[in-house]
């Protein structure tokens, strides 16, 4: 079993629904972090987050340090935010090393 | 936000040929770098860590006499793919560790497409 998880694998929605990406892990961490990744392959860090909540525009992260669970919102999704979301957490006990998620491919059909 | 650079973008390279890729920290110092590689529809793996100054520590698996990494310098660290082989084409990423005060975080590169041929 991986030790981070995200479901779904591939979402498909329409030009301005709200989009739920979600991420459970099994290990302790120290921080946690949303990544993007476009076709072509930059990546792009969302946000980290260690507790609670950030919001940007119209990404919403949340974290649940208690049930190891984080969730990636995005509000009145656009075909722009097509992209894979990808969920990475930080291990505790002071290495740097990143864990990665297998990623959710997220299509908005206009 | 903090900016990572990787150069080249892509490269597509004979088989048995060394390739050299970059990053570089634009606007920090990254004591820590880290190298990834990215197959299609793959998660990133963690091929090693580069610290400034001292021999990168490879993951287990990961070959360090094929993949030479050098961190010369507080923002710039180069991986070398040696005598590269068609199995070694791929996506590397790169990233950059900023530790502050109250942060600590990393900044990804853009990535290098290697195809060798």
């Known amino acids: 079993k991986n030790e981070v998880e995200q479901s779904p694998q591939n979402l498909t929605a329409q030009e301005g629904e709200f989009i739920t990406i979600n991420c459970s892990y099994s290990v302790g961490i120290s921080a946690l972090h949303w990544l993007q990744q476009h076709p072509g392959g930059g990546i792009v860090s969302l946000f980290m987050l260690s507790s609670g909540k950030k919001k940007h525009g119209r990404l919403i992260a949340t974290i649940n340090i208690q049930e190891k669970h984080s969730s990636l919102h995005i509000t009145a999704s656009h075909p722009r935010d097509s992209a894979v979301y990808i969920c990475a957490v930080m291990t505790q006990g002071g290495s740097e090393k990143l864990v990665f998620g297998k990623g959710t491919k997220l299509t908005v059909n206009p | 936000g903090a900016v990572v650079s990787q150069h080249p973008s892509r490269v597509i390279c004979k088989s048995g040929t060394s390739v050299k890729i970059e990053c570089r920290s634009l606007?920090?110092?990254?004591?820590?770098m880290f190298w990834y590689r990215q197959f299609p529809k793959q998660s990133l793996m963690l091929m090693a860590t580069?610290?400034?100054?001292?021999?990168?520590?490879?993951e287990q698996g990961v070959e360090k006499d094929k993949f030479l990494i050098n961190h010369a310098s507080l923002t710039l660290s180069t991986l070398t793919v040696t005598s590269a082989h068609p199995e070694d084409s791929s996506f590397y990423i790169c990233?950059?560790?900023?530790?502050?005060?109250?942060?600590?975080?990393?900044?990804f590169g853009p990535g290098t497409r290697l195809t060798v041929l």
């Open positions: 580069s610290n400034e100054g001292s021999k990168a520590t490879y």
């Open positions: 606007d920090f110092q990254a004591t820590t």
């Open positions: 990233s950059a560790r900023l530790l502050l005060t109250n942060t600590d975080t990393q900044y």
